[in-house]
């Protein structure tokens, strides 16, 4: 059936005359199909808005999407409910005009997050690496009190005057709004790592520059020779069973999945095959390099598919990048001389790119809150107990204001009081480390959160965040299957609401009354 937006009232009604209907019964006018969507948009919107007013932590992913010579923001949220369950939606896919600039960008994002009512509820938004969006949060980061507090010390320093005309002009041209931290995309960067950094090494390296080539060279001759061809690509179904993957730019781990694929048909049938197909034929040496580069590889691609799942949460961050460094360096004594420096340059990598997250204090808090992780996963003892001591101390924030109260004193009488001086007796640090130490001694289930309050709000505060902009890119899957070539006529806003209604079905009125 053509979409509503595509048909004008006559077509529309010639196409519902020809639909079969039992007596008596009329089908809608279009008018009605319109109403129809607005009233149930509109009921959606307002279930989601509630929902998102009783999260106290949500996190937002955000991207943009060119598709039919159109541009739009899409954004989706994440959060974490009192019953430790993980939820989703979409806040907007919506059109964006002119330059990418990183301007655009905040203001769009600040725009999407004020309609929703979640300042000050946003612990990151995720996105990919692209400079507009890296340069939109870094400029247009709140600021932070720090400066305040220095100048309140300094009672001494002379007073100083600003023109308002000079600051007016200024603040006219800069971005006026503020945004929450900023998480760049793991997947992305463990992608670049996997793409870039092995390239460039693959490429520099005197020991591996010619069979790199020349093995990548001829395994690309048998994806395009088995992509073009349709007596090629059943040549290729006959002696491997599987049609080879042709590695695309845009989809993460494909070049390790088409190579993977290759290396499944022994030598002694690829050769034939490729004879038959007038290719070049792989020797021994470049069959060794293939298979050496998905081993060292294999590690990272797994880390990347983890990251980039649909439940995945912060918490799965550390652990997934300190797991492949010491797979990759463990294969060393595997490796023959091709790709024996492979393992170093990939650890590396990790450690470069990922330096500010492998220290920080929002991952550290993400892991150890979570009952299947807690403090595992850490090797170092010294790296133990300053994560310990993390916790206890952001135990001690989270506690509500009556846990946080000192020992009341003995009464004394007023006289007394102005006299003698009392030590007040925090209480609050015996709390918080009994708290964090019947914890890291209670079980792995996720429902052990329940028993520590303050940690479970700790737990749903710094994993709310997704660890890959995966989500948003899910969206515009999604996106591709409304905004199909045949609905060009439709307009912007129709598209974005009914790409919202569709992810957004578990809010509709329906769905809620069914659970």
């Not at 299947?372 to 506690?399: H, N, P």
């Not at 079980?443 to 902009?469: D, R």
Request: aromatic share 8%; charged share 25%.
């Amino acid at each position: 059936m053509l979409p509503i937006s595509t048909v004008d009232s006559e077509s529309f009604r010639r196409i519902v005359e020809k639909i079969p209907t039992k007596s008596g019964v009329k089908l809608p006018q279009r008018k009605s199909f319109v109403g129809y969507l607005e009233r149930e948009y509109d009921k959606m919107n307002s279930n989601l808005k509630a929902t998102l007013e009783e999260a106290e932590f949500v996190s937002t992913t955000a991207d943009i999407w060119t598709v039919n010579n159109k541009s739009f923001m899409g954004v989706t949220v994440h959060w974490i409910n009192s019953t430790l369950q993980r939820n989703k939606a979409t806040l907007a896919c919506k059109r964006i005009r002119g330059s990418h600039t990183y301007d655009v960008i905040g203001a769009e994002i600040e725009e999407i997050h004020s309609s929703y009512g979640l300042q000050g509820k946003v612990i990151a938004t995720v996105t990919d690496n692209a400079s507009n969006f890296a340069k939109a949060f870094r400029v247009c980061q709140p600021c932070h009190l720090e400066s305040e507090s220095e100048n309140e010390e300094g009672d001494d320093e002379e007073p100083t005057f600003t023109d308002v005309i000079e600051a007016l002009s200024a603040a006219s041209g800069d971005a006026q709004f503020s945004l929450p931290p900023h998480y760049r995309c793991a997947s992305h960067t463990i992608n670049l790592i996997s793409t870039s950094n092995v390239d460039k090494h693959l490429n520099s390296c005197a020991d591996t520059k010619a069979v790199y080539r020349s093995s990548i060279a001829k395994c690309s001759a048998l994806w395009t020779k088995a992509s073009r061809s349709t007596l090629a690509s059943e040549q290729v179904e006959e002696v491997s069973r599987r049609k080879l993957m042709v590695p695309t730019s845009t989809r993460w781990n494909s070049l390790y999945e088409a190579i993977s694929r290759i290396i499944t048909i022994p030598l002694n049938e690829l050769n034939p095959l490729c004879v038959k197909l007038g290719i070049k034929c792989l020797n021994e040496r470049e069959y060794q390099f293939l298979k050496e580069y998905c081993t060292v590889m294999k590690p990272l691609t797994v880390a990347l598919d983890i990251l980039q799942g649909d439940e995945c949460t912060y918490r799965a961050l550390l652990p997934t990048l300190t797991s492949p460094m010491s797979k990759t360096l463990a294969l060393k004594d595997d490796l023959s001389r091709m790709t024996a420096s492979l393992p170093d340059v990939i650890v590396k990598a990790i450690k470069t790119r990922f330096d500010a997250v492998l220290d920080s204090q929002e991952g550290l808090l993400a892991v150890a809150t979570c009952p299947k992780f807690k403090l595992r996963w850490l090797r170092d003892e010294r790296r133990r107990e300053y994560v310990k001591e993390l916790l206890i101390t952001e135990c001690r924030k989270a506690a509500p204001a009556t846990e946080n109260t000192n020992v009341s004193q003995m009464p004394a009488s007023p006289a007394e009081m102005d006299f003698f001086e009392f030590q007040n007796q925090p209480t609050e640090s015996f709390s918080a480390e009994k708290e964090v130490t019947d914890f890291l001694r209670s079980g792995y289930e996720i429902e052990i959160l329940n028993q520590f309050p303050n940690l479970k709000k700790m737990y749903m505060k710094y994993n709310s965040p997704t660890p890959s902009s995966a989500p948003v890119e899910r969206l515009f899957s999604l996106g591709g299957l409304v905004l199909s070539p045949k609905r060009n006529r439709m307009s912007d806003r129709r598209f974005e609401k009914l790409l919202l209604m569709r992810y957004n079905h578990c809010f509709s009125p329906k769905e809620n009354n069914k659970t």
